[in-house]
């Protein structure tokens, strides 16, 4: 074997190594499991006081829950369909957002702009009172 078939050869093996790994962790869009969820916030609660002002918001076993700037409650999942960081709710803009790399997604959910090209899963919500309830 001459250098040139070596070179050749290892070239291939570093490729054929690597390009497993990589189809493995260099997603650009992690996937969104379907969540099933059912719970309900007593708005009465410090925890959730946040939920008394448009605008606010909480995060609660991995779903983010927000009341917007029109007054309606929104719940979508917490984890960004990019690399898996928790969104924010932007009041100002009426949009999630992720603090990692920038993604924005609409109050529904459906995603804005990149990196992230997936939707974060929606909610359905219901406030009966002072209790909101949270579910699929
Ligand atoms: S983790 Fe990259 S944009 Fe959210």
Redesign the pocket.
């Known amino acids: 074997m001459d250098r040139k078939e070596f070179l050749t050869l290892l070239g291939f093996s570093a490729i054929a190594t690597t390009l497993p790994m990589c189809m493995g962790s260099c997603s650009s869009s992690?996937s969104t499991p379907n969540m099933s969820v059912d719970f309900t916030l007593d708005l009465t609660q410090s925890a959730y006081a946040a939920l008394n002002t448009n605008g606010g918001y909480i995060v609660k076993d991995g779903v983010i829950v927000a009341k917007t700037t029109a007054g309606n409650y929104v719940a979508v999942s917490a984890a960004?369909?990019?690399?898996?960081?928790n969104?924010n709710y932007n009041s100002g803009s009426d949009k999630f957002v992720?603090p990692?790399?920038?993604?924005t997604f609409a109050n529904s959910g459906t995603a804005v702009s990149?990196?992230?090209n997936g939707n974060l899963q929606k909610f359905n919500t219901t406030l009966t009172g002072n209790s909101l309830r949270v579910y699929s």
């Open positions: 992690a960004c369909t990019h690399e898996g960081a969104v992720c990692r790399h920038g993604a990149g990196p992230a």
